[in-house]
């Protein structure tokens, strides 16, 4: 089963005055992600992981001892990832759910105190990665990062919100500036509502 590149949910300039631009937008979706789909499927044709889920492929070929993952891992690792990043952005879904709020009040103090808390863990990933907020498996909400493609999946957590921080993420518009870019993407480009709805589906 070939994978494919999602549309994303919004156009291509829908993000810019929320500080993410078209021409980022036009990079990020269509060459950077689709190459993560077209190598991917060059990988898994004729192994044993052709139809497979991409969930069952991700945790599958994740290699938990390795300083560096497989091929098949990372192209698939970053397809998920990507088709999730899409999913978190909106250009108008700035409010946070009440439900929201309270559980991430409940676990960090404060709304203000978990963006310190992701803004962190993305600025400090060294290199390229992620930085997450999901629920781990005690059912408790944190804020993780991972190098390179390693995602939530491999850890058995539930990503409720995930921020690129590769360079092809923010460059274009910030520069290395990433700590701004975290900043931004907190306060003007997560999707609350995608949030709630993976939190209330954990």
């Known amino acids: 089963m070939a994978f494919e590149l999602p549309d994303l949910p919004y156009a291509h300039d829908a993000l810019a005055s929320n500080g993410m631009s078209k021409e980022t937008l036009e990079f990020h979706h269509d060459l950077h992600h689709n190459a993560y789909v077209v190598n991917g499927n060059?990988?898994?044709?004729?192994?044993?992981?052709?139809?497979?889920?991409?969930e069952d492929i991700i945790t599958g070929t994740y290699d938990k001892g390795a300083v560096a993952q497989n091929g098949i891992f990372n192209n698939a690792s970053q397809h998920w990832n990507h088709a999730q990043f899409w999913e978190m952005m909106s250009p108008d879904g700035r409010q946070m759910p009440s439900e929201l709020e309270k559980r991430i009040t409940d676990a960090f103090g404060s709304v203000d105190q978990f963006k310190a808390d992701f803004s962190a863990a993305g600025a400090g990933q060294f290199g390229s990665g992620w930085c997450w907020l999901v629920v781990d498996t005690d059912g408790t909400l944190k804020v993780t990062k991972t190098e390179n493609g390693v995602n939530p999946l491999c850890f058995n957590q539930t990503a409720l919100l995930g921020c690129d921080v590769w360079e092809h993420s923010y460059y274009i518009d910030y520069r290395n500036k990433r700590p701004d870019y975290l900043s931004n993407f907190l306060d003007n480009l997560v999707n609350w509502e995608n949030v709630a709805s993976r939190l209330a589906s954990a």
């Open 42 to 54: 060059k990988l898994i044709a004729g192994t044993e992981w052709e139809n497979k889920s991409l």
